[in-house]
């Protein structure tokens, strides 16, 4: 599973694959412009500062001899090809004194100066010469010709850092931007996928937790591609970099040194291992945690009238405490590890260059310069601030991934391809051909239901709780397909429909309708750029809501918070039935639609059901059986089959369980 991650993360890596190699380009530019620093630094030292050492000859005056006690001089180095040379003379410090050897040295080791003269020492060897101690304006005057070369270092040395600098704030910049560019055309995706998913999927899945996966699952990938990715990509690039300059200095030492890569590999292997059992219970708690307090907030009313809150917050904290737990085991793991990890490798690194340069190395004969010390220290010092930067980057690398599976499993999921192909509006004609269905394998909830509904007609389905009259719906608007049985629009098979083209020409309006953030026109347009503003405000009129909504501030473009929770049960019911008025159905269902609203309003809003439903096929599942009379059709279910079925004066007539029903409501509306 996490190969293929990588594969899908990499996939939509490529998408911005110019930015991000350019990007790494510009990173490239930026390591090779730092790295060259300490080879600077070292033939700052080993040439232009320690290079007093070389051998010195006389010579004619000129640009880079240095006149001594009426002789020129000059370095060894600074003879074009053919020059002539004269005697060689040494310069050599011992302790913190200089002194000018008028003579070749046969060998050099220990240097000492015993009664005037200078004692060299080395092994059973010993010699002595005469030397002058140079004054310090004598020792300047020896240095003067390395001054300009000098000075060309250091300005080369800062150019260098500026491009650096330059370079490095591209490669962030363009790396940010590309990653943000992944986030923002992944939550894309996954918003659409969510509209795509079919109605089943969110029946198991709690709205927070999807959410959940939209918002902080998709944060935590963002992480990767800005954080943890362009820390790995530059740390990559540093370390091969360093290594590069490690083997042009010393081949033994950096081949040494090398053994720190399969540590390194060895070691993010197992962290991975064990941080990845963990993030993966940290998403998932997060994601429940989502999930209750959505679920409370949009429950609070049930919660403090029945006084839950106690309870609620108990059942809250046990999912807290875990995920806590297990975000106490992630930062156990991180601090045992990671910048103990680099500390330990850091001092086997400088404990192996110290044997390395303080043993045979540094024996006379096979001297190792002071500048290639110096340059070996600094890069091991820089090797480590990468592998600093990948290791205490494992913990947000893990999280990524763990988070990266949890999106890519609902991407995963199938959907309904979207449609969009118009089919001319169908008369409105319905068929049930012996359907069966159920939500569960096995467990019908609909058992061979048979009926048909003409354009035009009116059909009232009627029944307990759970005798199957919403399901119908359901399968009609095909939210679910059948198991068994043709459901059949004007004749035509709707499986052999897309879902857009079927539900193109329906309507809905449900028990609680659904407002969205916006205005009263958005909702009932739906922003839908063939309802014209002169479209919604006729519908609103003909149900009869403009009697509320002239009289409130901005009238028809009056705000709607979420679920429209500042209007009354009655007015949100009216904006739903302009809803489906403005988009003209050839089928409407109206599930429970007048169910929650009072006398009053109901009286109002029957003239204009009439006209709701006037040409259109409808079918209304209704409760209140008083609201059904005049149905075409009224078909009684019971347990998922269809017991009776006529129209109000013929069930009426068969004294059966309809009439019981209508009895009963009767009988309750006198007493009360």
């Known amino acids: 599973m996490k190969r293929k991650v990588g594969h899908r993360l990499f996939q939509y890596a490529l998408l911005y694959k110019k930015t991000i190699i350019a990007a790494l380009l510009m990173l490239s530019v930026a390591v090779a412009a730092e790295l060259t620093g300490p080879f600077i630094a070292k033939t700052m030292i080993d040439k232009h500062i320690l290079g007093l050492e070389f051998s010195w000859y006389e010579s004619a005056e000129g640009e880079e001899a240095v006149l001594y006690k009426d002789t020129y001089y000059k370095r060894e180095d600074h003879f074009q090809d053919g020059e002539s040379r004269g005697n060689e003379v040494r310069i050599l410090q011992v302790g913190r004194d200089f002194y000018f050897v008028n003579e070749a040295i046969p060998f050099d080791g220990e240097r000492s100066i015993v009664d005037g003269k200078l004692v060299i020492s080395r092994d059973d060897q010993t010699t002595l010469m005469d030397a002058e101690k140079l004054q310090v304006e004598e020792l300047l005057a020896f240095y003067q010709p390395e001054i300009d070369d000098l000075l060309w270092l250091i300005g080369a040395y800062f150019v260098l850092l500026v491009v650096a600098s330059f370079f490095q704030y591209g490669q962030r910049l363009y790396l940010q931007i590309s990653s943000n560019r992944i986030i923002q055309k992944m939550r894309r995706d996954v918003f659409e996928h969510i509209q795509r998913l079919p109605i089943r999927y969110f029946d198991n899945l709690p709205a927070g937790k999807v959410v959940s996966r939209v918002t902080n699952d998709t944060e935590a990938i963002r992480d990767l591609f800005v954080t943890v990715l362009a820390n790995f990509f530059s740390s990559i690039i540093y370390i091969t970099g360093i290594f590069i300059a490690l083997f042009l200095l010393d081949k033994k030492l950096a081949a040494i040194c090398l053994i720190l890569i399969p540590i390194l590999v060895v070691w993010i292997y197992f962290y991975r291992k064990y941080a990845s059992k963990y993030n993966h219970v940290v998403r998932s708690r997060l994601s429940d945690i989502n999930g209750m307090i959505n679920e409370s907030i949009q429950g609070m009313t049930i919660i403090q009238a029945f006084k839950r809150q106690k309870e609620t917050t108990e059942e809250f904290e046990v999912l807290n405490k875990e995920y806590f737990t297990y975000q106490n085991k992630l930062l156990n793991l991180n601090s045992m ?9 850091r001092n086997l690194a400088f404990v192996t260059l110290i044997w390395h340069f303080g043993g045979a190395s540094l024996q006379i ?6 500048g290639v010390l110096y340059a070996f ?3 091991l010092n820089r090797l480590f601030q990468p592998i600093t930067g990948m290791v205490n980057q494992l913990a947000l690398l893990e999280q990524a991934l763990v988070a990266s599976e949890r999106v890519f499993e609902l991407l995963e999921e199938d959907g309904v391809d979207v449609n969009d192909k118009a089919i001319p509006r169908y008369k409105g004609d319905v068929t049930f ?9 096995g467990e019908y909830v609909l058992k061979n239901i048979d009926f048909e509904a003409k354009q035009g007609e009116t059909v009232a389905l009627v029944g307990h709780t759970g005798s199957g009259k919403s399901s119908i719906m359901n399968l009609l608007f095909r939210f679910y397909d059948i198991k068994e049985g043709k459901i059949l629009i004007d004749g035509q098979d709707i499986q052999q429909l897309s879902k857009q083209q079927i539900r193109k020409h329906m309507g809905i309006v449900l028990q609680d309708p659904f407002l969205f953030t916006g205005t009263i026109a958005s909702n009932v347009s739906l922003d839908d750029p063939s309802i014209t503003k002169e479209k919604v405000i006729k519908a609103l009129k003909d149900v009869g809501a403009d009697s509320f909504i002239e009289k409130l501030t901005n009238q028809y473009d009056e705000p709607v918070i979420e679920k429209g929770s500042t209007l009354s049960a009655g007015q949100r019911q009216l904006i739903s ?6 988009f003209d159905p050839a089928i409407l269902i109206l599930d429970e639609a007048t169910a929650s609203i009072d006398t009053e309003t109901e009286a109002i809003i029957q003239d204009a059901l009439e006209v709701l439903k006037r040409g259109r096929t409808t ?8 609201t059904i009379k005049n149905a075409d059709q009224i078909l009684v279910l ?19 369980r309809y009439y019981q029903m209508y009895q009963l409501q009767q009988g309750s509306t006198l007493a009360s």
Do not use: C, P, W
């Open 577 to 582: 039935f302009a809803r489906a008025l403005a």
């Open 377 to 379: 220290v600094d890069y």
């Open 337 to 345: 590890t990671s910048h103990n990890l680099v500390f330990v490798l």
């Open 638 to 656: 019971d347990k998922g089959e269809i017991v009776e079925r006529g129209n109000h004066e013929e069930l009426m007539k068969q004294g059966g």
């Open 619 to 626: 079918f209304i599942i209704a409760h209140r059986l008083s």
């Open 365 to 370: 004969g096979t001297v190792i310069s002071l």
């Open 433 to 441: 051909d012996h359907v069966s269905f159920g939500y569960k394998e």
